[in-house]
């Protein structure tokens, strides 16, 4: 099978039905996921922000409580776990379990607007469930506002953790597989990426290790915008890297599914 979709239409795009479905399927059960969403990262913030965050003072410019701290990583959180999970548990049941992804790959679909359409179904979904969080986070912390430059690294970060989600639902192959990326990807990268404590408070190592995982960038490009009020080009420019290469990875693996 080659690569698909040499026809080119431009309205609508070849990945639109893809979109679309997720949008379909998150619609039929919003309050489901609304829960979902809001479940773990509200733990996080009880438990961190209010629970020890009164007395525990995070050394950052301008003094930042630890509860400004935590936000905008409980927020790049949100957006890694869900934009990374459901792409990758949505590509692992419709490849290997209901055999439904043929269908994509054999319509007049190229293989570029397949994987986009799964990237951007994860960032959607990632997004969607960013600003759920953010906005509860807000009530109990309406210090922090929303600005221009924190909804343009959300978008930018969304879109990077969605093509991870694709690549590795790509490399999945069984039960276990899904397993062992939670446990020696997914977990280690949720506390070492400076979403819970400051990179300056890991062992020697750990901090020039963390910088090599997408979501140090992603949560600290969030804190400077929300926290500094300005957008950060050398971490937007390490993230949307790590982006354009996770996508590109997961088009190559999704082609050489062809041979």
């Given at each position: 099978?080659t690569d698909?979709?040499?026809?080119?239409?431009?309205?609508?795009p070849q990945?639109?039905?893809?979109?679309?479905?997720e949008?379909?399927?998150?619609?039929?059960?919003?309050?489901?996921y609304?829960a979902?969403?809001?479940?773990?990262?509200?733990?996080?913030?009880?438990s961190?922000g209010?629970?020890?965050?009164?007395?525990?003072?995070?050394?950052?410019?301008?003094?930042?409580?630890?509860?400004?701290?935590?936000?905008?990583?409980?927020?790049?959180?949100?957006l890694?776990?869900?934009?990374v999970?459901s792409v990758t548990?949505r590509?692992?049941?419709?490849r290997?379990?209901w055999?439904?992804?043929?269908s994509?790959r054999?319509?007049p679909v190229s293989?570029f607007s397949?994987?986009l359409?799964y990237?951007l179904s994860g960032?959607?979904r990632?997004?969607?469930?960013?600003?759920?969080?953010f906005?509860?986070?807000?009530?109990?912390?309406?210090?922090?506002?929303?600005?221009?430059p924190?909804?343009?690294?959300?978008l930018?970060?969304?879109f990077?953790?969605g093509?991870?989600?694709?690549?590795i639902?790509?490399c999945?192959r069984?039960f276990?597989?899904?397993?062992?990326?939670?446990?020696?990807?997914l977990?280690?990268?949720t506390f070492?990426?400076?979403?819970?404590?400051?990179?300056?408070r890991?062992?020697?190592?750990l901090q020039?290790l963390?910088?090599?995982?997408?979501?140090t960038?992603?949560a600290?490009?969030l804190r400077t915008?929300l926290?500094r009020?300005?957008?950060?080009w050398?971490?937007?420019?390490l993230?949307?890297g790590?982006?354009v290469?996770?996508?590109?990875?997961?088009?190559?693996k999704?082609?050489?599914?062809d041979?």
């Open positions: 099978m698909r979709g040499k026809g080119r239409r431009f309205f609508p990945w639109y039905p893809i979109l679309w479905e949008m379909i399927y998150w619609r039929s059960k919003f309050w489901l609304l979902t969403y809001m479940l773990s990262p509200l733990l996080f913030l009880l961190f209010f629970g020890v965050g009164g007395r525990l003072r995070v050394i950052m410019p301008g003094g930042a409580s630890y509860l400004e701290f935590l936000v905008p990583g409980i927020v790049a959180l949100a890694f776990n869900n934009g999970t548990v590509m692992f049941y419709t290997l379990f055999q439904s992804f043929e994509y054999l319509a293989n397949l994987c359409g990237t960032a959607m990632g997004l969607l469930a960013g600003l759920i969080v906005g509860v986070a807000f009530l109990l912390v309406p210090s922090l506002k929303p600005n221009w924190f909804g343009g690294a959300m930018l970060a969304s990077c953790f093509a991870l989600g694709v690549l639902g790509l999945l069984s276990d597989d899904q397993a062992l990326v939670s446990e020696f990807i977990v280690p990268v070492l990426s400076a979403t819970l404590i400051p990179v300056e890991l062992p020697g190592f020039y963390v910088w090599l995982f997408p979501l960038p992603a600290e490009l915008a926290c009020k300005y957008f950060h050398g971490l937007a420019t993230l949307g790590w982006g290469v996770l996508f590109i990875l997961a088009w190559v999704l082609k050489r599914l041979s």
